[in-house]
Structure formats: structure tokens, C-alpha cells
């Protein structure tokens, strides 16, 4: 299924913080683990990694647990990482082909939508998106 989103809509409301390397790595490492899990097929990993209303979101509208829904996303193979911003609790971490959108948790970071591909006049097209 695929979700209309504006990223400006959930990092306008943030206040922004400066980043450092250190989180810039972290958002990073989480990405690079979730398209790898994906590149492996590894459904329950890749899972494992999505925000809690993107795993939501992807359950209710495939009718089924996550692992099997992902599988039938689709996800497109990223190309080379292009770069990190992060800004609070949002980061978007841009790769030849797609971009994902990541949001911190207690826990840590998380995938928040993917297979993101820019689209004229709305800002992106994701595959996968939480609500």
C-alpha cells in the first residue's frame, strides 16, 4: 500500500536540535540494519525495526502480522547512502533510489517510513508508512 508523505509535516512541529556524528551514526547503523534485513529477507528483523504505528499501519492494511505483510511491500534496494540529517526526534537518511524517514523512541531509533521516492508537487511517495 502505498502512503502519500510529507515530511515537512512531521519535522516542522519538532524543535530542532544540532547533531553530531554520534547520532548521525546511530540513525545510520539502524537504516543500513532495517535494508539489509530487507535485502535478506529476513521479514522478522526488518519488523523488529519499524516505528510502532508503521508496523501498525502496515498490519491493519494488509490484514495480516507483519512479517508477512513486509514481505509483499515490495521495497525497493537502495542504492549508496547519500546522507543523514537529523533534526530531534526525525531523521531522514537519503540513499541513491529511496530515502527513509526514522523517529526516536526510548529504545532507540526506528524506521518510521521507507521506499520513499520524491514526487512532484507532493514532497514523497512511500511504500511503507506510519499512520
Do not use: N
Not at 515530511?7 to 543500513?32: N, W
Not at 521479514?43 to 508477512?68: I, M, N, Q, V, Y
Amino acid at each position: 500500500m502505498r502512503w502519500w508523505f510529507t515530511a515537512s509535516a512531521l519535522l516542522l512541529p519538532m524543535i530542532l536540535t544540532g547533531c553530531g556524528s554520534e547520532q548521525d551514526e546511530a540513525v545510520r547503523g539502524k537504516a543500513t540494519a532495517f535494508q539489509e534485513a530487507v535485502a535478506a529477507q529476513d521479514w522478522a528483523r526488518a519488523c523488529a525495526l519499524l516505528a510502532p504505528e508503521t508496523r501498525s499501519e502496515l498490519e491493519s492494511a494488509a490484514k495480516k502480522p507483519c512479517d508477512g505483510a513486509l514481505a509483499e511491500e515490495g521495497l525497493p534496494t537502495p542504492g549508496a547512502p547519500d546522507g543523514v540529517d537529523v533534526f530531534g526526534t526525525m531523521a531522514e537518511v537519503r540513499y541513491r533510489g529511496e530515502t527513509v524517514f526514522l523517529t526516536r523512541f526510548a529504545d532507540g531509533w526506528r524506521l518510521y517510513a521507507a521506499g520513499c521516492m520524491p514526487q512532484h508537487p507532493e514532497p514523497y511517495d512511500c511504500a511503507l508508512h506510519g499512520g
